[in-house]
């Protein structure tokens, strides 16, 4: 099973971009959906989460009041609008699904038990 991230690229700071990533069935509808992102040479960290219901989204502190996660279940889709951008957010940026509650995600990724991943996808940002 695999996720499929897009929408990725080059952005100035201060631009915004918006990361779409799409589950492959509606069994996904019953799953956290979110992001993680990859700085080069550091671990993994989490970026946002959104559970299945819609009943609340889970951001990281370094992106909160930027960044902004939705779902669509209808189309299995999972979104992360990314405004107000900064050099600090260039990363590879992977989407996730979990049936797990959002608020444990960086937990359960540091010990490699989040269920499914998308490919990364770089996001560049410049001065």
């Known amino acids: 099973v695999q996720l499929q991230a897009s929408g990725g690229g080059m952005a100035q700071a201060g631009d915004s971009l918006r990361l779409s990533c799409a589950a492959p069935?509606?069994?996904?509808?019953?799953?956290?959906l979110g992001w993680f992102r990859q700085f080069p040479g550091k671990d993994r960290e989490f970026v946002a989460g959104i559970s299945w219901n819609l009943g609340s989204a889970v951001y990281a502190d370094s992106v909160k009041d930027r960044f902004t996660i939705s779902r669509d279940n209808a189309k299995n889709t999972v979104n992360l609008q990314m405004n107000s951008l900064k050099p600090e957010d260039t990363a590879f940026y992977y989407c996730a699904a979990d049936q797990k509650p959002i608020a444990f995600w960086p937990r359960y990724e540091a010990e490699g038990q989040i269920s499914y991943w998308g490919e990364g996808t770089l996001v560049t940002v410049s001065s």
């Open positions: 069935d509606s069994t996904f509808s019953s799953y956290g």
